[in-house]
């Protein structure tokens, strides 16, 4: 049971008072013994995994967890000590309490053969530590000393007797002598732990920390003796130091400074830290004053029945059950403890079962660990990021085998130093992608102290897409900058991150594009890596995990579903009527190969038209084998699948037809789709409908055909990567696929837009879309449709920083319009110019510098010198100039450089003035130049002008 939650309780001092924190803790036992339906009473040592105590709230630490008494026996000794170490006058010199009674008393309690027993213990379930300082440091700046009843690597203490520890953490100035403790000639003198740490709760959590690493947490009860008041403290010896005065003051508020301290800590998180202190009645009731041990149980007993703190021990209650389950009978939550203890308090016995049946609300589950308590500010859990693109799947079914190996390999506490990586593999469509979700939704459920991210790895656009929205969510400085290199910016994030997080990288099967081909970088290369951190990959290539390096038991492969579950899913929305012939559905389901997504798509088609399993299983043998040949060879592995007849294919060949005869714009939709990139399609990119209404019914069409999936809160969706390629081949077998995508040119050319600031965020979406489209134009019509869109995208790319890509872009969007419109025309000479500057940004000199000087020569026979475009070609041509005056072989470029920024720049003046913005570019431009030549004092008169 090492991975079960704990429970932590800390208990102040406070003298005679501390017969609150027994009452408290009574109250607490008594709830749990009506619970279980047991006579005897329970234990707080079977309930605490570690009780922390400072002087009376030690004295009662040690009688609970050490010696193991049940609260009623620990109550009733704790008053018989009260009675004989307070009822005896004090010293008349001393002015203390006589020390040895308490030690009488302590012995007395445990037995002639246990009175000297030592502190450590080699078994005990419950660990017990109370507090001390030593007499020289009675403000305990090195922090109080801990006598524990356990062994620990770092800082142990002296093993002294149970009764020493008792008498240490009870050695108040003013009431008792301080004790020595420890080896003839090395002995430390030690007085109550209550100077500076009255409230052991930060110990408690501190030492929770180091002994109980990355364990949950299921409550931690802090129990106090009374509010602060100004503690009447009896006279002390006028020979008392006046740091010692200071310590007594220090003693009177420290438990209320230090429980207003945890409330900040706890502000945001519930039912994880209680407090309990009477507030009213204790506070003119002295630390000796034992006969007021009536009055302590009677406030205390007052402050219980209050509404709020009952509803408060209710919740600790349900806490301390339920971190003690260990299975369920029946209706019953089974609950194991120790047999109990023995009269004497010493024997734990061997383990019960007890049932428990909830009698309000449901049963806990706890999620911070130890670490998380220990820090300066317990984060709220509410705060955990989510960035998955997709709601919860309600139609999910079984695959329960498959998300117990992930969840012993995914959550971040898997594997504690190393960033754990993991993989779904399976062909498309056995529902790798749903499964991933499901685990996604398990892992917030149960570890929602994990961020949680996801980004699809179709293409490099899309993913640097998914990764800019996990840095929006960070809030990650400069994650929309223009040229940020947003995959370094979320790498170094997350491999940084105090957090525990998992991120899930869905579709991650292109090898080439996973670990570059040829030298490139890979996006492998991009992935974050931390041992606070998880990755989950989904992929149907098998290379895909091999070059990733994922470790055999980090593999999880899915084939079909069980046939339970496949019948299950088939008949989730149909009439028992459509499957009630038991044979056909059999071998329907033996024909869609038991995979999820044939089964989903074949139910949709059947629930919408009333179909019977046996009419679809004839339409499903009636299909074409060629087009099964081709789809086996299109998308799968020609090796391993090349024998195989894929039923997809046929599934998807009946509801092609349909569709395109049903539903034209549907049919439309779906055509375009299968050009576009597979993730995040927007609607807006789709051609619009006769009405808004004739749209939503297509795209609900193939909704329900459940070939796209919507993106949760997004008008936008997804299509799957199979039936992409399953429509793309149908189109090219009906002949279709030739106007299609010169259709899908010219729409997209009507709805991408020209890039700039104002419209970034549309056409950063659009952008993998025109990029898949675009790989399709041979079979464009429209040469004015497609050299716009491939100037547009050119544009977008280049602003984005990726100039291989738009330097593809760019190059064929001018040889269609030289053709198209001649070299002299100005949309030719803009697209030459930018051409220009995009190879100037690679460093390809010379060709730019051509470029542009045949770009100035046509602008100035086309418009004139002075023209303001002549005047851009002149000013980037004087630049690339200036970019090469740095290289011993292109001496003299600096000084044609300056000939042409003055030139430029007194034309932009004549033209456009002084003042304007294009005007001071050309200045600022100048000045550049004549700083590289070392002309500093014009360089800076020319900054100075600006």
């Given at each position: 049971m090492d991975d079960r939650p704990l429970c932590l309780l800390a208990l102040d001092g406070g003298g005679i008072r501390g017969l609150s924190e027994l009452v408290v803790l009574e109250e607490i036992m008594n709830r749990i013994k009506y619970d279980l339906d047991v006579d005897g009473d329970l234990l707080p040592a079977d309930f605490f995994d570690l009780i922390g105590g400072t002087s009376t709230g030690g004295l009662v630490a040690l009688l609970l967890g050490r010696l193991r008494r049940s609260v009623p026996q620990a109550r009733r000794e704790y008053v018989r000590i009260a009675e004989e170490v307070f009822s005896l006058p004090r010293y008349l010199?001393?002015?203390?309490?006589?020390?040895?009674?308490?030690?009488?008393?302590?012995?007395?309690?445990?037995?002639?053969?246990?009175?000297?027993?030592?502190?450590?213990?080699?078994?005990?379930?419950?660990?017990?530590?109370?507090?001390?300082?030593?007499?020289?440091?009675?403000?305990?700046?090195?922090?109080?000393?801990?006598?524990?009843?356990?062994?620990?690597?770092?800082?142990?203490?002296?093993?002294?007797?149970?009764?020493?520890?008792?008498?240490?953490?009870?050695?108040?100035p003013s009431y008792f002598e301080p004790i020595k403790i420890g080896d003839d000639g090395e002995q430390e003198t030690f007085v109550d732990g209550g100077l500076g740490y009255n409230n052991p709760v930060e110990q408690v959590l501190e030492e929770a920390r180091r002994i109980f690493p990355g364990r949950k947490v299921a409550c931690v009860v802090s129990v106090g003796t009374g509010v602060a008041s100004a503690i009447a403290f009896p006279d002390s010896p006028k020979t008392s130091p006046v740091k010692l005065i200071d310590a007594l003051k220090k003693m009177a508020t420290e438990s209320d400074t230090t429980a207003e301290k945890m409330h900040g800590r706890f502000q945001n998180v519930k039912d994880v830290y209680f407090r309990f202190s009477v507030d009213r009645g204790l506070q003119a009731i002295g630390l000796e004053e034992w006969k007021e041990l009536s009055n302590v149980r009677t406030f205390t007993t007052e402050y219980l029945n209050q509404r709020v703190i009952s509803e408060q021990v209710n919740e600790v209650v349900k806490a301390l059950l339920a971190s003690k389950i260990v299975g369920q009978e029946g209706s019953n939550i089974l609950i194991q403890l120790s047999a109990g203890s023995s009269d004497a308090g010493c024997s734990q016995g061997l383990p019960r079962t007890l049932g428990w049946r909830p009698k309000e609300g449901s049963i806990p589950s706890f999620h911070y660990t130890t670490e998380q308590l220990?820090?300066?500010?317990?984060?709220?859990?509410s705060r955990r990021h989510w960035v998955v693109p997709f709601d919860r799947n309600e139609d999910f079914i079984g695959r329960k085998s498959a998300l117990s190996q992930l969840l012993k390999r995914i959550p971040p506490s898997a594997v504690k130093d190393a960033c754990q990586r993991a993989a779904i593999e399976g062909l498309g469509g056995v529902g790798k992608t749903q499964i991933a979700l499901a685990a996604a939704f398990l892992v917030r459920d149960e570890h929602p102290d994990c961020h949680i991210f996801w980004v699809p790895a179709v293409d490099a656009a899309t993913f640097e897409n998914g990764y800019r929205k996990i840095g929006q969510q960070l809030q990650i400085p400069g994650?929309?900058?223009?040229?940020?290199?947003?995959?370094?910016?979320?790498?170094?994030?997350?491999?940084?991150?105090?957090?525990?997080?998992?991120?899930?990288?869905?579709?991650?099967?292109?090898?080439?594009?996973?670990?570059?081909?040829?030298?490139?970088?890979?996006?492998?290369?991009?992935?974050?890596?931390?041992?606070?951190?998880?990755?989950?990959?989904?992929?149907?290539?098998?290379?895909?995990?091999?070059?990733?390096?994922?470790?055999?038991?980090?593999v999880v492969r899915v084939a079909g579903m069980s046939r339970l579950e496949a019948a299950e899913l088939l008949q989730k929305h149909l009439d028992p009527a459509q499957t009630s012939d038991s044979e056909s559905t059999t071998e329907l389901l033996n024909f869609l190969a038991d995979l999820p997504l044939a089964i989903k798509q074949a139910s949709a088609y059947m629930d919408r038209t009333g179909m019977t399993t046996r009419q679809y299983l004839g339409h499903c043998r009636s299909s074409e084998g060629r087009l099964i040949e081709l789809l086996s060879k299109d998308f799968e592995d020609r090796g391993r699948y090349k024998s195989t007849q894929n039923p997809i294919a046929a599934t998807w060949l009946i509801s092609f037809r349909h569709i395109s005869r049903d539903t034209q714009l549907a049919a439309q939709y779906l055509r375009f789709m299968s050009l576009l990139a597979e993730k995040e399609?927007?609607?807006?990119?789709?051609?619009?409908?006769?009405?808004?209404?004739?749209?939503?019914?297509?795209?609900?069409?193939?909704?329900?055909?459940?070939?796209?999936?919507?993106?949760?809160?997004?008008?936008?969706?997804?299509?799957?990567?199979?039936?992409?390629?399953?429509?793309?081949?149908?189109?090219?077998?009906?002949?279709?696929?030739?106007?299609?995508?010169a259709s899908l040119i010219q729409q997209l050319d009507k709805a991408f837009p020209f890039p700039e600031h104002e419209n970034r965020a549309v056409w950063v979406m659009y952008l993998p879309h025109a990029l898949t489209a675009l790989g399709f134009r041979n079979y464009s019509t429209d040469n004015a449709a497609e050299s716009s869109l491939l100037f547009n995208v050119a544009e977008s790319s280049y602003i984005l920083g990726k100039y291989e890509d738009a330097e593809e872009l760019y190059r064929p969007a001018l040889k269609l319009r030289t053709e198209m419109l001649g070299a002299e025309h100005p949309a030719t000479l803009t697209c030459m110019s930018n051409l220009a500057v995009l190879l100037n940004s690679q460093g390809k000199y010379k060709e730019a510098e051509a470029m542009h000087r045949q770009a100035l020569k046509l602008w100035t026979a086309v418009l004139g010198a002075e023209h303001p475009s002549t005047l851009t070609s002149m000013s980037n041509l004087a630049l690339v100039l200036d970019s090469q005056g740095k290289y011993k072989e292109a001496e003299g470029k600096y000084e044609e450089a300056e000939a042409m920024h003055r030139q430029?720049?007194?034309?932009?003046?004549?033209?456009?003035?002084?003042?304007?913005?294009?005007?001071?570019?050309?200045?600022?431009?100048?000045?550049?130049?004549?700083?590289?030549?070392?002309?500093?004092?014009?360089?800076?008169?020319?900054?100075?002008?600006?």
């Open positions: 010199q001393k002015n203390t309490f006589d020390g040895r009674k308490l030690e009488e008393a302590v012995k007395r309690l445990l037995g002639n053969d246990r009175s000297e027993e030592k502190m450590l213990e080699r078994d005990g379930s419950c660990k017990v530590f109370v507090c001390a300082v030593p007499q020289q440091d009675v403000k305990a700046r090195a922090g109080p000393r801990l006598f524990r009843t356990y062994r620990v690597r770092e800082n142990a203490s002296f093993n002294c007797t149970i009764w020493e520890a008792c008498r240490a953490t009870s050695a108040a220990a820090s300066h500010i317990v984060v709220p859990l994650i929309d900058d223009d040229k940020a290199d947003v995959r370094t910016l979320v790498k170094t994030a997350l491999s940084q991150s105090a957090d525990n997080w998992l991120l899930i990288v869905d579709n991650a099967d292109d090898v080439e594009l996973l670990c570059g081909a040829a030298g490139a970088t890979g996006l492998r290369d991009c992935l974050p890596s931390s041992y606070r951190g998880s990755i989950l990959f989904t992929t149907r290539n098998h290379q895909v995990v091999r070059k990733l390096d994922i470790p055999r038991m980090g399609i927007p609607k807006s990119l789709l051609p619009p409908g006769k009405s808004e209404l004739e749209a939503d019914e297509a795209i609900g069409t193939l909704k329900a055909y459940a070939f796209i999936t919507e993106r949760a809160g997004q008008e936008s969706y997804d299509i799957h990567r199979l039936v992409r390629l399953a429509m793309r081949s149908w189109l090219s077998e009906k002949g279709e696929l030739k106007a299609c995508a430029a720049l007194k034309l932009w003046t004549e033209v456009l003035g002084a003042e304007h913005p294009d005007t001071l570019t050309s200045m600022n431009n100048l000045a550049l130049v004549l700083y590289s030549q070392g002309k500093y004092e014009e360089a800076e008169a020319m900054h100075r002008r600006r």
